[in-house]
Protein backbone atom coordinates (compact mmCIF):
# COMPACT_ATOMS: atom_id res chain seq x y z
CA UNK A 1 0.00 0.00 0.00
CA UNK A 2 2.79 2.43 0.51
CA UNK A 3 3.66 2.31 -2.85
CA UNK A 4 0.16 3.52 -3.74
CA UNK A 5 1.00 6.79 -1.41
CA UNK A 6 4.25 7.38 -3.19
CA UNK A 7 2.96 7.43 -6.52
CA UNK A 8 0.06 9.70 -4.80
CA UNK A 9 2.70 11.97 -3.42
CA UNK A 10 5.29 12.25 -6.17
CA UNK A 11 2.84 12.41 -8.73
CA UNK A 12 0.83 15.63 -6.80
CA UNK A 13 4.69 17.14 -6.56
CA UNK A 14 5.50 16.05 -10.42
CA UNK A 15 2.49 17.71 -11.27
CA UNK A 16 2.77 21.24 -9.68
CA UNK A 17 6.25 21.09 -10.96
CA UNK A 18 5.11 20.92 -14.61
CA UNK A 19 2.55 23.58 -14.15
CA UNK A 20 4.98 25.90 -12.39
CA UNK A 21 8.40 25.42 -14.79
CA UNK A 22 7.35 27.44 -17.65
CA UNK A 23 6.11 30.56 -15.99
CA UNK A 24 9.20 30.12 -13.42
CA UNK A 25 11.85 30.03 -16.67
CA UNK A 26 9.75 32.84 -18.33
CA UNK A 27 9.03 35.11 -15.36
CA UNK A 28 6.20 37.15 -17.62
CA UNK A 29 8.98 37.86 -20.60
CA UNK A 30 7.20 37.24 -23.90
CA UNK A 31 7.58 34.53 -26.18
CA UNK A 32 9.16 35.22 -29.99
CA UNK A 33 5.80 35.39 -32.29
CA UNK A 34 6.83 32.53 -34.14
CA UNK A 35 6.58 30.68 -30.86
CA UNK A 36 3.39 31.95 -30.12
CA UNK A 37 2.09 30.65 -33.27
CA UNK A 38 2.89 27.05 -32.39
CA UNK A 39 1.53 27.42 -28.90
CA UNK A 40 -1.55 28.36 -30.43
CA UNK A 41 -2.23 24.68 -31.99
CA UNK A 42 -0.73 23.27 -29.25
CA UNK A 43 -4.09 22.59 -27.83
CA UNK A 44 -5.17 20.64 -30.94
CA UNK A 45 -2.10 18.29 -31.41
CA UNK A 46 -2.46 17.63 -27.76
CA UNK A 47 -6.44 16.87 -27.55
CA UNK A 48 -6.34 14.74 -30.58
CA UNK A 49 -3.55 12.56 -29.32
CA UNK A 50 -5.18 12.08 -25.53
CA UNK A 51 -8.38 11.18 -27.70
CA UNK A 52 -6.73 8.61 -29.86
CA UNK A 53 -4.31 7.15 -27.22
CA UNK A 54 -7.71 6.81 -24.84
CA UNK A 55 -9.96 5.25 -27.51
CA UNK A 56 -7.32 2.98 -28.75
CA UNK A 57 -4.42 2.65 -26.49
CA UNK A 58 -4.30 -0.50 -24.63
CA UNK A 59 -0.76 -0.07 -22.38
CA UNK A 60 1.85 -0.53 -25.56
CA UNK A 61 -0.78 -1.96 -28.11
CA UNK A 62 -3.91 -0.42 -30.43
CA UNK A 63 -7.15 -2.07 -29.92
CA UNK A 64 -10.72 -1.52 -31.34
CA UNK A 65 -13.16 -1.73 -29.31
CA UNK A 66 -16.92 -0.81 -27.28
CA UNK A 67 -14.71 2.61 -26.34
CA UNK A 68 -14.64 3.45 -29.83
CA UNK A 69 -17.99 3.08 -30.99
CA UNK A 70 -18.76 5.07 -28.09
CA UNK A 71 -16.43 7.77 -28.98
CA UNK A 72 -17.68 7.76 -32.35
CA UNK A 73 -21.25 8.47 -31.16
CA UNK A 74 -19.48 11.21 -29.07
CA UNK A 75 -18.37 12.83 -32.07
CA UNK A 76 -21.75 12.30 -33.94
CA UNK A 77 -23.58 14.16 -31.98
CA UNK A 78 -21.16 16.87 -30.91
CA UNK A 79 -21.71 17.47 -34.86
CA UNK A 80 -25.44 17.93 -34.82
CA UNK A 81 -24.53 20.67 -32.26
CA UNK A 82 -25.73 18.08 -29.41
CA UNK A 83 -24.45 18.95 -25.47
CA UNK A 84 -21.02 17.96 -24.42
CA UNK A 85 -23.06 15.94 -21.61
CA UNK A 86 -25.41 13.98 -24.03
CA UNK A 87 -22.19 13.31 -26.14
CA UNK A 88 -20.00 11.73 -22.88
CA UNK A 89 -22.94 10.06 -21.39
CA UNK A 90 -23.95 8.84 -24.09
CA UNK A 91 -20.57 7.40 -25.29
CA UNK A 92 -20.83 5.83 -21.58
CA UNK A 93 -24.37 4.15 -22.84
CA UNK A 94 -22.82 3.15 -26.31
CA UNK A 95 -19.93 1.18 -25.18
CA UNK A 96 -22.19 -0.55 -22.52
CA UNK A 97 -24.69 -1.52 -25.13
CA UNK A 98 -22.09 -2.58 -27.69
CA UNK A 99 -20.35 -4.84 -24.68
CA UNK A 100 -23.51 -6.51 -23.46
CA UNK A 101 -24.42 -7.46 -27.58
CA UNK A 102 -21.33 -9.17 -27.86
CA UNK B 1 -16.61 44.81 -10.20
CA UNK B 2 -13.09 43.98 -11.39
CA UNK B 3 -11.84 43.14 -14.83
CA UNK B 4 -10.29 40.15 -13.45
CA UNK B 5 -13.51 39.04 -11.44
CA UNK B 6 -15.38 39.76 -14.36
CA UNK B 7 -13.15 36.81 -16.15
CA UNK B 8 -13.36 34.84 -13.31
CA UNK B 9 -16.73 34.52 -12.91
CA UNK B 10 -17.41 34.10 -17.01
CA UNK B 11 -14.97 31.13 -16.54
CA UNK B 12 -17.04 29.57 -13.92
CA UNK B 13 -20.03 29.93 -15.93
CA UNK B 14 -18.40 28.33 -18.86
CA UNK B 15 -16.59 25.55 -16.66
CA UNK B 16 -19.84 24.34 -15.18
CA UNK B 17 -21.15 22.03 -18.24
CA UNK B 18 -17.27 20.93 -18.44
CA UNK B 19 -17.55 20.34 -14.26
CA UNK B 20 -20.43 17.96 -14.70
CA UNK B 21 -18.59 16.25 -17.58
CA UNK B 22 -15.53 15.36 -15.19
CA UNK B 23 -17.89 14.51 -12.47
CA UNK B 24 -19.26 11.38 -14.41
CA UNK B 25 -15.47 10.77 -15.29
CA UNK B 26 -14.71 10.78 -11.63
CA UNK B 27 -17.23 8.59 -10.71
CA UNK B 28 -15.43 6.14 -12.79
CA UNK B 29 -11.93 6.90 -11.52
CA UNK B 30 -13.32 5.96 -8.01
CA UNK B 31 -14.73 2.89 -8.76
CA UNK B 32 -11.67 1.66 -10.98
CA UNK B 33 -9.22 2.78 -8.12
CA UNK B 34 -11.14 1.75 -5.10
CA UNK B 35 -10.06 -1.90 -6.04
CA UNK B 36 -6.61 -1.14 -6.45
CA UNK B 37 -6.18 1.44 -3.81
CA UNK B 38 -8.13 1.21 -1.61
CA UNK B 39 -11.26 3.63 -0.09
CA UNK B 40 -8.78 6.79 0.95
CA UNK B 41 -6.00 7.04 -1.36
CA UNK B 42 -7.86 7.70 -4.69
CA UNK B 43 -9.62 10.60 -3.14
CA UNK B 44 -6.35 12.14 -1.47
CA UNK B 45 -5.21 11.51 -5.44
CA UNK B 46 -8.06 13.50 -6.45
CA UNK B 47 -7.51 16.69 -4.18
CA UNK B 48 -4.01 16.88 -4.74
CA UNK B 49 -3.33 15.40 -8.50
CA UNK B 50 -6.30 16.97 -10.20
CA UNK B 51 -5.04 15.24 -13.49
CA UNK B 52 -7.45 12.52 -15.40
CA UNK B 53 -4.76 11.59 -18.05
CA UNK B 54 -2.08 11.46 -14.88
CA UNK B 55 -4.49 9.28 -12.44
CA UNK B 56 -5.69 7.04 -15.26
CA UNK B 57 -2.26 6.42 -16.78
CA UNK B 58 -0.46 5.45 -13.25
CA UNK B 59 -4.31 3.49 -12.18
CA UNK B 60 -3.70 1.32 -15.23
CA UNK B 61 0.22 0.59 -14.33
CA UNK B 62 -0.72 -0.25 -10.68
CA UNK B 63 -3.72 -2.65 -11.57
CA UNK B 64 -1.43 -4.28 -14.37
CA UNK B 65 0.53 -5.14 -11.24
CA UNK B 66 3.15 -2.55 -12.45
CA UNK B 67 5.69 -0.84 -9.76
CA UNK B 68 5.92 2.21 -8.16
CA UNK B 69 8.30 3.98 -10.46
CA UNK B 70 6.75 2.55 -13.20
CA UNK B 71 3.50 4.33 -12.20
CA UNK B 72 4.92 7.46 -11.63
CA UNK B 73 6.59 7.28 -14.70
CA UNK B 74 3.41 6.24 -16.71
CA UNK B 75 1.68 9.71 -14.87
CA UNK B 76 4.64 12.20 -15.32
CA UNK B 77 4.61 11.28 -18.97
CA UNK B 78 1.09 11.98 -19.26
CA UNK B 79 0.99 15.43 -17.28
CA UNK B 80 4.54 16.36 -19.41
CA UNK B 81 2.32 18.34 -21.80
CA UNK B 82 1.67 20.83 -19.02
CA UNK B 83 4.95 22.06 -19.20
CA UNK B 84 4.16 23.19 -22.75
CA UNK B 85 0.71 24.67 -21.90
CA UNK B 86 2.95 26.33 -18.85
CA UNK B 87 5.22 27.68 -21.39
CA UNK B 88 2.60 29.02 -23.30
CA UNK B 89 0.51 30.40 -20.57
CA UNK B 90 3.52 32.34 -19.14
CA UNK B 91 3.46 35.78 -20.94
CA UNK B 92 -0.15 35.96 -20.41
CA UNK B 93 0.34 35.93 -16.24
CA UNK B 94 -0.03 39.16 -14.50
CA UNK B 95 0.19 40.20 -10.66
CA UNK B 96 1.98 38.89 -7.26
CA UNK B 97 3.76 36.30 -7.53
CA UNK B 98 1.64 33.75 -5.54
CA UNK B 99 -1.21 35.29 -7.63
CA UNK B 100 0.83 33.87 -10.53
CA UNK B 101 1.10 30.42 -8.87
CA UNK B 102 -1.88 29.96 -8.28
CA UNK B 103 -3.14 30.86 -11.26
CA UNK B 104 -0.73 28.38 -13.13
CA UNK B 105 -1.73 25.57 -10.95
CA UNK B 106 -5.21 25.72 -12.13
CA UNK B 107 -4.18 24.48 -15.43
CA UNK B 108 -6.20 21.62 -16.72
CA UNK B 109 -6.47 21.32 -20.47
CA UNK B 110 -10.35 22.06 -20.63
CA UNK B 111 -9.59 25.41 -18.83
CA UNK B 112 -6.81 26.17 -20.63
CA UNK B 113 -8.03 25.25 -24.26
CA UNK B 114 -11.07 27.62 -23.11
CA UNK B 115 -9.19 30.55 -21.87
CA UNK B 116 -6.84 30.64 -25.31
CA UNK B 117 -7.18 33.42 -27.43
CA UNK B 118 -6.12 31.95 -30.50
CA UNK B 119 -3.27 34.67 -30.84
CA UNK B 120 -0.71 32.47 -28.50
CA UNK B 121 -2.29 34.78 -25.70
CA UNK B 122 -4.92 33.45 -22.71
CA UNK B 123 -7.27 34.68 -19.86
CA UNK B 124 -5.39 33.35 -17.08
CA UNK B 125 -8.39 34.10 -14.78
CA UNK B 126 -11.12 33.04 -17.33
CA UNK B 127 -8.74 29.49 -17.11
CA UNK B 128 -9.27 29.49 -13.43
CA UNK B 129 -13.26 30.06 -13.23
CA UNK B 130 -13.35 27.17 -15.93
CA UNK B 131 -11.40 25.24 -13.39
CA UNK B 132 -13.11 25.57 -10.72
CA UNK B 133 -16.11 23.49 -11.16
CA UNK B 134 -14.18 20.86 -12.43
CA UNK B 135 -12.26 20.36 -9.56
CA UNK B 136 -15.22 20.38 -7.26
CA UNK B 137 -16.85 17.40 -9.89
CA UNK B 138 -13.72 15.97 -9.79
CA UNK B 139 -13.31 15.18 -5.79
CA UNK B 140 -17.14 14.67 -5.30
CA UNK B 141 -16.81 12.11 -8.27
CA UNK B 142 -14.34 10.36 -7.13
CA UNK B 143 -15.79 10.06 -3.45
CA UNK B 144 -19.19 8.93 -5.09
CA UNK B 145 -17.44 6.48 -7.17
CA UNK B 146 -15.54 4.76 -4.24
CA UNK B 147 -18.32 4.74 -2.14
CA UNK B 148 -20.90 3.02 -5.03
CA UNK B 149 -17.55 0.94 -6.49
CA UNK B 150 -18.14 -2.00 -4.44
CA UNK B 151 -22.05 -2.44 -5.52
CA UNK B 152 -21.59 -1.73 -9.50
CA UNK B 153 -19.37 -4.68 -10.10
CA UNK B 154 -17.45 -3.99 -13.59
CA UNK B 155 -17.11 -0.85 -15.02
CA UNK B 156 -16.13 -1.87 -18.13
CA UNK B 157 -20.42 -2.79 -18.46
CA UNK B 158 -21.84 0.60 -17.97
CA UNK B 159 -19.04 1.42 -20.45
CA UNK B 160 -17.39 3.93 -17.98
CA UNK B 161 -14.09 3.71 -19.74
CA UNK B 162 -15.38 5.43 -22.69
CA UNK B 163 -16.93 8.94 -20.91
CA UNK B 164 -13.14 9.90 -20.84
CA UNK B 165 -12.19 10.13 -24.34
CA UNK B 166 -15.33 10.96 -24.93
CA UNK B 167 -15.00 14.43 -23.14
CA UNK B 168 -11.51 15.20 -24.70
CA UNK B 169 -13.21 14.36 -27.96
CA UNK B 170 -15.88 17.39 -27.13
CA UNK B 171 -13.12 19.67 -25.93
CA UNK B 172 -10.97 19.13 -29.49
CA UNK B 173 -14.30 19.46 -31.13
CA UNK B 174 -14.56 23.36 -30.11
CA UNK B 175 -10.98 23.54 -30.30
CA UNK B 176 -9.62 22.43 -33.53
CA UNK B 177 -11.33 24.84 -36.05
CA UNK B 178 -9.86 26.20 -38.99
CA UNK B 179 -7.22 24.88 -41.45
CA UNK B 180 -3.90 25.00 -39.67
CA UNK B 181 -5.67 23.41 -36.12
CA UNK B 182 -7.21 20.83 -37.89
CA UNK B 183 -3.59 19.82 -39.68
CA UNK B 184 -2.48 19.96 -35.74
CA UNK B 185 -5.24 17.72 -34.66
CA UNK B 186 -5.11 15.44 -37.55
CA UNK B 187 -0.99 15.19 -36.98
CA UNK B 188 -1.39 15.07 -33.39
CA UNK B 189 -3.27 11.89 -33.69
CA UNK B 190 -1.18 10.44 -36.60
CA UNK B 191 1.91 10.90 -34.35
CA UNK B 192 -0.01 9.45 -31.13
CA UNK B 193 -1.08 6.12 -32.96
CA UNK B 194 2.06 5.82 -35.04
CA UNK B 195 4.02 5.86 -31.35
CA UNK B 196 1.48 4.25 -28.53
CA UNK B 197 3.19 0.59 -29.74
CA UNK B 198 6.73 1.74 -29.60
CA UNK B 199 7.36 4.10 -26.47
CA UNK B 200 6.06 3.77 -22.73
CA UNK B 201 2.38 5.26 -22.51
CA UNK B 202 2.66 9.50 -22.22
CA UNK B 203 5.64 9.69 -24.15
CA UNK B 204 3.57 9.55 -27.03
CA UNK B 205 1.55 12.18 -26.14
CA UNK B 206 3.85 14.54 -25.29
CA UNK B 207 5.51 14.31 -29.13
CA UNK B 208 2.27 14.92 -31.12
CA UNK B 209 3.26 18.51 -29.68
CA UNK B 210 5.52 18.55 -32.51
CA UNK B 211 2.56 18.52 -34.91
CA UNK B 212 1.78 22.01 -33.71
CA UNK B 213 5.39 23.00 -34.95
CA UNK B 214 4.70 21.54 -38.40
CA UNK B 215 1.21 23.06 -38.72
CA UNK B 216 2.45 26.35 -37.68
CA UNK B 217 4.37 26.59 -40.87
CA UNK B 218 1.30 26.25 -42.72
CA UNK B 219 -0.67 29.61 -44.19
CA UNK B 220 -3.77 30.03 -42.45
Known amino acids: MTGVWVTIASLALATAALKLAGPLILRGRPLPPRTMGIVGLLASALLAALVVVETFGKGRSLTLDARALGVAFAAIVLARRGSLIVAVLGAAVVAAVARAVT | ?220
Not at chain 2, 124 to 130: E, L, N, R, V
Request: hydrophobic share 55%.
Open chain 2, 1 to 220: MSAERVQFEAGIRRGLVFGAAVFAIAISFGVLARPVMGSLAPIVMSIIVFSGAAQFGSLAVLAAGGNTGAAIAAGVLLNARYFAMGLGLAPSLRGRVATRIVLAMSTVDSAWAAASRGDGTFDPWYMAGASLPQYVGWVLGTIIGVLIGGALGDPKSYGLDALFPAFFVALLYEEARGRRKLAAACGGAAIALALTPLLPPGLPILIAAAAAVVASGLRS
